[in-house]
């Protein structure tokens, strides 16, 4: 078997989910990797939804009159 790398980040994901549903993502996506003994999954939160959150968009500027 090759390695890819060593201790490194190889992907860093972040979903934002319904809380109804963590649970059942959570379990999914840890049994996905439950037989790759060389890969590690870590699953955190809940976080706060900041990164998914876009400012509100600023209306244009009037034109000025003629």
Known sequence: MRRVCSG???VNDAYLLAH???ADFRTRILDAVRDLPNVRIDVTGP???YSFADLPQQPPA???AQ
């Open 62 to 64: 009037p034109e000025p």
């Open 8 to 10: 490194e980040n190889v």
């Open 47 to 49: 976080w706060a939804p």
């Open 20 to 22: 109804e549903t963590a």
